[in-house]
């Protein structure tokens, strides 16, 4: 008969060499508390079974369980949706030069807040601010954790207890949770809606005016389009209104956009030099989006009202920490030395040609020796462009159980995100970084 006295204790199996590697790999505590759990684990077996595992069994359970608490659940992975800015997957990926800003100055310290000249404490609202300056001749400008947070900082310091002209069609929600008659609710501002669902009129506009709120503004849809019989005035027509009012038009641009869209063969991406240039008096984006850098929420335009919003005590609970203000700057650099296009991934990404995405989805088919090269799209995603895609060329995989296929390249290390299509298994070159090509393909391979 065997009993639970013949379980071996924790002491006992502590003393065996593959144990004692994970001591030191691991620590002791963690060691035992895994122990101790498959343990556990085998006397509840017995209570239900009478089986006893064995100590190779015992410890097999206890890996598996170590393992699983080691493992960090935010892991790299391998793109192959083609969706660019694919938020569930982190966004922009950063430039070599962005990574290497944020790595040194978090290795050690930093002149966050320090002023060099004067030995004294300084400001970190300053790092970026010169930068996006002088790209969009913006009088000022200030970066803030997302652009979730600047929407609410803007409102909640400028427009408090007082009234916000929004036209009805951009009420929207962007996905995360942002939705922003919701934003203006915990800002504590009022919302005014004007116009219809698919249309609105300069003199919605005006007649609103007549209120005094505290600000007009004007949200980019992001992911959805407006067709039909739609309207809607240019930014321009909406600042000349504004201003004989005396107030302030603020632009929340979503994405933005420092290069032109167009010129990838895409539409065209509201750009952020286009809404000063238009009379916004300060316009919002995200930094992880077109802009290709680490997640921040970028405001700018006039001195007095950035003035007013680094003041206010939200501003602080939101400030943007050294590691994105490091990356941030490295990648505004990369606009500022023109070679956006060259060094940010995204618009590399964007900017690759066809054949060359023909030739790596070709390059993938040969060496794995299966797979159909053809011709598809790719998307730009986080809220951009809704609708618009760039032609691609994908390597499709007929498979006889395609989710099981996808479910295996999601478990290689790296995982691979691939797309279904019509039962095939669908990988797209253009989102995937070069240097991680091998890692896909031995996935890949492994997956099938
Ligand atoms: C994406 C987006 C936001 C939120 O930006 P995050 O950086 O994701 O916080 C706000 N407004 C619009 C219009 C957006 O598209």
Known sequence: MVSLRDLPSVDQLLQGAQVQEWIVAYGRPLTVEAIRS??????????????????????????????????PTLLPVINATGV??????????????????????SAGYSTLEYDLERGQRGSRLIHAEALLQRLTGAEAALVVNNNAASVLLILT???????????????????????????MKQSGARLIEIGATNRVHLSDYEAALEDKPALILRAHRSNFRLIGFTSEPELSEIAVVARQAGIPLVDDLGSGALLDTARFGLGHEPMVQESLAAGADLVCFSGDKLLGGPQAGIIIGRADLIARLKKHPLARAIRADKLCLAALSATLLHYVKDEAEREIPIWRMIATPLELL?????????????????????T???GSLPGETLPTYLLALSVSKPDRVLTRLRQQRPPII???????VILDPRTVLPEQERDLLAGVRSAL
């Open 84 to 105: 660019v800015l694919h938020t569930n997957l982190g966004r922009a990926p950063l430039s070599q030069a962005a990574l290497f800003a944020a790595q040194s100055v």
């Open 418 to 424: 691939a797309r279904l299509d019509e039962n095939r």
């Open 380 to 382: 730009i995603g986080g």
């Open 38 to 71: 498959a343990l556990n684990q085998a006397r509840a077996r017995f209570a239900q079974t009478g089986d006893l595992p064995n100590s190779v069994a015992i410890l097999q359970v206890a890996q598996n369980i170590l393992e699983k608490w080691i493992t």
């Open 157 to 183: 310091a400028l427009a408090r207890r007082r009234g916000v002209v929004i036209a009805r069609s951009q009420l929207v929600e962007i996905g995360g949770g942002f939705r922003v008659p919701e934003v």
């Open 358 to 378: 023909k030739e790596r989805a070709a390059a993938w088919a040969a060496t794995l020796g299966q797979g159909e090269v053809l011709l598809g799209e790719s």
